[in-house]
């Protein structure tokens, strides 16, 4: 008797974690209300808002023993979250790779959530692994391999990276013993998560080769074959090569065929990181910047930037879907109903995770509710957006970085006196000061160079022509600095 009253004392206190219909509304029209007007007012809000760190290391609130109003908790979250730094979701932010974050990717992951149906393994939802198998299909078919390609839909790129290079590593064998001779190929323009991803997957004392760039920071295919023969002739084995099909810093697609030419000679895994440049793809007109694309061995592409989702969705797409399973298959005694031959491979036997986000929801999502035209128009606009900003800018005095192949391009004012890094970061400073826009900068052979990535949904003309503006007038001010000392 004492058990069920306890247990019924209990249940009274519990119940409170399924509020009332009253409640949920309540709850939910607070929600939409803060949603509505961010989105509302977005395009008046700064791109950067510095913030002092000290303050924000102290600022929190306190986790409650009874749940508190959710206008106090929105309050909190609007002052210290959603008003401070980087601000991911505006058009008029350009720097590092931006998306945007699409709405529906929003009320796909709320759906996800209530329903909470188990990705990770076809007997428990098939049609939630129906549906991220069928996304993975469709980003297969767009690099034109075989029907029965899979890969894995994953948190992001960084991830998409290390799937790829564990693959790598045990398809071609490479084993303890290996490690210290076996030979990975890249240029200095790859994403930093390649490396972090050798050094995750246990292969720190890989050797990296850094393969020459040309002039246009592309990877010097000439350079490449020459060291893979050097490194086999000194008794080292050469096993994979990564190129990029829009490098982070610069937007660059490298030769891809040719580089498949050398891979294919010497039995090399041939990985493609397109993380930032995968879904331009998808516009025929520029698929000819990607030949040989489909002769790769797996690509990295990311729907949280190309495809503008909000952040959380990266893909990795492996040709030979058995590699993939033989690196990512394993099972528990526990797990015993739930390996049934499956007509979809699962998740779970694809990737290191088993209970997942069903994160392919927000993707198909946003797919079926706007439809691929509009997704293609704001591709090419970026494209074009990026031409016009690499022409203007020119117009007030700055000297540029290669013809963009994508929606990338460096810029830098070089002042007659005065060291011309020092210069352009002040300018980059005095932008960021600014916050309307956000601009990145990067490093190139020791020269300082401030990036533009034009790839959020929300950036058109408008944003573009006021990041121009905004440089202008930051220059000349500068200029007047420098002249006067
Ligand atoms: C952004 C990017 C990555 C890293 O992806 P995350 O989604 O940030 O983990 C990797 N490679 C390239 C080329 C990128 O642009």
Sequence with gaps: MQLISRIQALEKTARQLEPH??????????????????????????????FDANHFAQLEMDIPEEGRPIEEILAFYKE???????????????????????????????????????????????????????????????????????????????????????????????????????????????????QKAMMIAGMREVIIRYIDVDEALKMDVIHLRKQIAADKKQGLYPFLVVSSAGTTNTGV????????????????????????????????????LFKGVERSDSFTIDPHKGLFLSYGLGAILVKDTEKLYASFSYTGDYMQDAFELAEEPSPADLSPELTK???????????????????????????????????????????VGPQPDLSITVYRYVPTIGDANLFNQSILEAVRKDGRVFLSSTTIDGVFWIRLAVLSFRAHLEEVQLCLEILSEVVNKQLKVVYKN
């Design 253 to 288: 697609i490298d030769p891809l065929d040719a580089i498949a030419d050398i891979a294919e000679e010497n039995d090399l895994w041939y990985h493609i990181d397109a993380a930032y440049g995968g879904f331009f793809l998808m516009l025929e007109e520029y698929k000819h």
């Design 80 to 194: 210290t979250t959603d008003r401070v730094g980087i601000n991911p979701a505006s058009g008029k932010h350009f720097g590092y790779v931006p998306g945007g974050g699409v709405m529906p990717s929003a009320l796909g992951d709320y759906l996800a959530a209530i329903t909470n149906r188990y990705a990770g393994i076809f007997f428990a939802n098939p049609g939630s692994v129906k549906i991220e198998n069928q996304l993975l299909r469709w980003m297969c078919k767009m690099i034109a391999y075989p029907t029965n390609s899979l890969g894995n839909l994953c948190s992001g790129g960084s991830i998409a990276n290390l799937i790829a290079v564990t693959t790598a590593r045990d398809a071609r064998g490479i084993n303890s013993e290996k490690i210290p001779k076996a030979v990975a190929y890249m240029t200095n323009q790859v994403h930093h998560c390649v």
């Design 357 to 399: 986000h069903f994160r392919g929801l927000r993707m198909w999502l946003s797919l079926q509710l706007l439809g691929t035209k509009a997704f293609r128009a704001a591709l090419e606009e970026k494209i074009l957006l990026c031409q016009y900003f690499h022409k203007e800018v020119q117009k007030i005095g700055f000297e």
């Design 21 to 50: 219909l009253l409640v949920r509304q309540e709850w939910h029209s607070a929600i939409e209300q803060y949603a509505n007007e961010f989105i509302e007012d977005n395009p008046k809000l700064n791109a950067f808002d510095s």
